[in-house]
Every structure is written in structure tokens, then in C-alpha cells.
């Protein structure tokens, strides 16, 4: 795990930005796992601006979502398509069909999921997976008590991950109580993840999910056993590390050709 502390979350963005640049450049045909709510805005950001001034092209890249509220219609201003359509796709040259989201409407469930994770696999695989954590240590959502292994399903959200949701829909009483999202198995079968975190409010769950151990009490831990995942924090978010210091040394001491920036 490779955790990187830049100045400001607007600067962890755009170094997200500039790792998924480059594979969309080295990689004819590249594979994105995506991520919804606030912290992956300033990258969408940039990846729009790198794709309106410097030419990147995302007309060759396939997209898949990590999850989508169940009962939430696509054209509601909550849903994770109007979220993903409104902040990114509509301003990017993907082709029609390209971008893939978890079916929250669909009558049968555990189908849906089902072809979800074969339209990835024919897909040949997620090359790049976008993530952030929650206050409790949750990715996509998967919620504490996850099993590691798990893949895409119909998961209940926590009474706190229902307040922290309750600011996009106006009060905790209009958050769905349910969710399709990809399991923890699914996520570390992606190639290479990024993820973002900031804020003194995510510290902690920073703090377990790189230093802690490996247990489904904090589902972010799982990382500790991927291959190529890199962790783009802020200060305050790196704020409970106990080997901070040893980060910021280890990337400012990398030889050119390993700097993202």
C-alpha cells in the first residue's frame, strides 16, 4: 500500500487524476471502477479539464460503478446515474453504452448482480478501481461485518451511514435503507486501486484501515492485502497516522521515474 499526503484535497484530485491519465494513455482499451459522493469530485474535475485542454480521450474506456441506491429511479437528483451523468459523463466523449452502474430498480435482485459481475469479467476486468472510505471504515458499501469475500449484492445501510447520506437528501427519513453495491472480493480484483480521504472525520478510519489489522470490522483494511493500491490523504485525514513522517519521507525520497506527479 502506497500512501501519499499531499497539501490539500485538491491536490490529492489531481495526482488521482494523473494516475488514471496515465493508464487511459497507456492502455487502449481501460477499464474504470468509479466512486460517487463528495470526496471524488475535485479528480472528475480535473479528469474534465485534462480531457477539454490536454486532449485525453475516454472514447475507448468502459466504466463500472460501485453501487446505486435500490428504489431510487436513475432520473432521481440523488441517484448515483443523475450524481455520475451531471459530474462527469456528460462532459467526457465516452461512447454510448460505455458507463455501467448496479441496476437499483431491477425486479430480480441477485440476477442483476449476478450480471453485473459477468458484464465485468467480459469486460475483461476492472484495471483501475476509484474509492473512498466511510466514517467506520466502509468502501463502496460494504458495511462493517462484510465478509472479504464478498461480491456484488443487495446490502442494508447502517443507522450511520444513513445520517452521513441524510445531507444529499435533506433528512435521514429519505435515505434509502438499501443498496446494490460491489462486494470487497470484487474490489480487490481490480488491477490497481486508488483512494481518496480527507478530513479530520475520516482519520480514524484511515488510521485502522492502513495501520490496523486485516478485519471486517473495518472493511478498508482488505487493501492491506491488495497488490498495487495507492492512498491519496490530506493532512487532517492523515492526521491519527502513527508512521506519517515515514510516508511523507518515502515519496518525497522516490527517484523521478516513480513520482506520479
Request: charge should be positive; aromatic fraction near 6%.
Amino acid at each position: 500500500m502506497e500512501v501519499i499526503i499531499k497539501s490539500d484535497k485538491l491536490e490529492a484530485g489531481k495526482l488521482g487524476a494523473k494516475i488514471i491519465a496515465r493508464l487511459i494513455r497507456d492502455k487502449a482499451k481501460a477499464v474504470l471502477g468509479l466512486a460517487t459522493g463528495s470526496t471524488p469530485l475535485a479528480l472528475y474535475k480535473e479528469l474534465v479539464r485534462m480531457h477539454r485542454e490536454e486532449s485525453l480521450s475516454f472514447k475507448n474506456v468502459t466504466t463500472f460503478n460501485l453501487d446505486e441506491y435500490v428504489g431510487l429511479d436513475p432520473s432521481h437528483p440523488c441517484s448515483f446515474y443523475s450524481e455520475m451523468h451531471k459530474n462527469l459523463f456528460s462532459q467526457l466523449d465516452l461512447a454510448k453504452g460505455a458507463s455501467h452502474l448496479p441496476d437499483g430498480m431491477a425486479q430480480d435482485l441477485p440476477a442483476s448482480c449476478a450480471a453485473y459481475e459477468a458484464a465485468i469479467k467480459v469486460a475483461g476486468g476492472i484495471d483501475l478501481q476509484l474509492l473512498g472510505i466511510g466514517h467506520d471504515g466502509h468502501l463502496a458499501f460494504n458495511e462493517p461485518g462484510s465478509s472479504l469475500a464478498s461480491r456484488t449484492r443487495l446490502k442494508t445501510l447502517s443507522q450511520k451511514t444513513i445520517k452521513a447520506n441524510s445531507r444529499f437528501f435533506g433528512s435521514e427519513d429519505k435515505v434509502p435503507r438499501h443498496v446494490v453495491t460491489m462486494g470487497l472480493g470484487t474490489i480487490m480484483e481490480a488491477r490497481q486501486c486508488v483512494l481518496l480521504a480527507f478530513g479530520r472525520d475520516k482519520a480514524e478510519a484511515v488510521r485502522d484501515m492502513i495501520e490496523g489489522p486485516v478485519s471486517a470490522s473495518c472493511p478498508g483494511s482488505v487493501l492491506q492485502f491488495h497488490e498495487k493500491t495507492i492512498v491519496l490523504l490530506d493532512p487532517e485525514a492523515a492526521g491519527k497516522l502513527k508512521r506519517k513522517q515515514y510516508y511523507l519521507d518515502v515519496y518525497a525520497g522516490k527517484p523521478a521515474w516513480q513520482l506520479w506527479d
